[in-house]
């Protein structure tokens, strides 16, 4: 008979748990994983600032230990686009897609290559280089890479000059291939001489992800020169996070930038990304100080 009642208890337990499990599942009584990835302060806990602190000083640590600082310093690293648009800017939204687009045509022919094989790079605050001087067929080809229907920009002519571009050393006076463009009454100019080769890398990159929710960062936008203490550069992000955070560690020998998303949500989410550009105020200009990627530990570039 007892057996009979515990068997019957047991069965009605076994009947009525799926019931009081769902009760409490949903008055939030019972304590498991997070369904959520944010905090109370709308951060995401697996974004850990400062572990990601952490790696921007390893980074700045290795690369002051090493020569390639110097080697950063004493060579030609350009830190702006390689390409320079007309001094009037462009005349209409569709010559402005067609340049975004790289969608140029050829009237007529380019100049034989000059016969200089190296060109001249002249520092305003003093000193030169040496570097090889691209042929004006590889630089047409560098910007003119569609020629499709549509929008279009007209290449009539092109020469050699020389136009200014900020570098790790400051801004420099470089060769150029200066095109002609129909309707145009500037040229567009090409940076004519190759940069320098980046010095070994005294670190070796991270996992994105990795190193509290390290992410990469982007190229930079416009230049850092000019005396201003911020730099702006791309940093990516995805659909279900509330966009990228970039933050600066400062020496005096390197700005060393490490990013990451903030507000980033779990659940259902397309693997879409975008970038956008973020400024990053510094404490000081950034100089000759190398700017780093704490994600890769090598230089930021445009």
């Known amino acids: 008979m007892v057996s009979r009642v515990?068997?019957?208890?047991?069965?009605?337990?076994?009947?009525?748990?799926?019931?009081?499990?769902?009760?409490?599942?949903?008055?939030?009584?019972?304590?498991?994983?997070?369904?959520?990835?944010?905090?109370?302060?709308?951060?995401?806990?697996?974004?850990?600032?400062?572990?990601q602190a952490q790696r921007a000083r390893q980074v700045a640590v290795a690369w002051r230990e090493s020569a390639a600082v110097a080697a950063w310093r004493s060579g030609y690293h350009p830190v702006a686009d390689a390409i320079r648009v007309p001094a009037s800017g462009w005349h209409s939204k569709a010559d402005e897609r067609a340049y975004a687009t790289r969608n140029f045509v050829l009237r007529g022919g380019l100049p034989a290559d000059y016969n200089a094989r190296r060109g001249k790079v002249i520092w305003g605050s003093g000193g030169s280089v040496a570097r090889p001087l691209w042929g004006v067929g590889k630089a047409y080809r560098s910007f003119a890479l569609n020629r499709s229907a549509g929008a279009r920009l007209t290449v009539t002519g092109a020469r050699?000059?020389?136009?200014?571009?900020?570098?790790?050393?400051?801004?420099?006076?470089?060769?150029a291939w200066l095109f002609t463009l129909e309707g145009y009454d500037s040229p567009l100019a090409r940076v004519a001489v190759s940069p320098s080769p980046l010095p070994a890398q005294p670190i070796a990159a991270v996992r994105e992800g990795s190193a509290g929710?390290?992410?990469?960062?982007?190229?930079?936008?416009?230049?850092?020169?000019?005396?201003?203490?911020?730099?702006?550069?791309?940093?990516?992000?995805?659909?279900?996070?509330?966009?990228?955070?970039?933050?600066?560690?400062?020496?005096?020998?390197?700005?060393?930038?490490?990013?990451?998303?903030?507000?980033?949500?779990?659940?259902?989410?397309?693997?879409?990304?975008?970038?956008?550009?973020?400024?990053?105020?510094?404490?000081?200009?950034?100089?000759?100080?190398?700017?780093?990627?704490?994600?890769?530990?090598?230089?930021?570039?445009?």
Not at 268 to 285: D, E, H, I, T
Request: hydrophobic share 40%; net charge positive.
């Open 160 to 175: 050699l000059g020389e136009t200014t571009i900020a570098t790790s050393r400051g801004t420099a006076t470089v060769p």
């Open 213 to 302: 929710g390290l992410r990469r960062v982007g190229g930079l936008v416009g230049t850092p020169d000019g005396g201003r203490a911020a730099v702006t550069v791309m940093a990516s992000h995805g659909a279900c996070d509330d966009g990228p955070v970039v933050r600066a560690l400062e020496t005096d020998a390197s700005v060393v930038l490490y990013a990451s998303v903030s507000g980033a949500r779990s659940g259902p989410c397309n693997a879409s990304m975008s970038a956008r550009p973020v400024k990053v105020a510094l404490r000081k200009p950034l100089g000759d100080r190398v700017l780093l990627d704490a994600l890769t530990g090598r230089p930021v570039l445009a």
């Open 6 to 51: 515990s068997r019957s208890v047991r069965t009605r337990a076994k009947r009525l748990w799926p019931l009081v499990l769902a009760f409490l599942l949903g008055a939030g009584l019972l304590v498991g994983c997070d369904s959520g990835s944010r905090s109370d302060d709308g951060q995401d806990p697996s974004s850990s600032p400062r572990q």
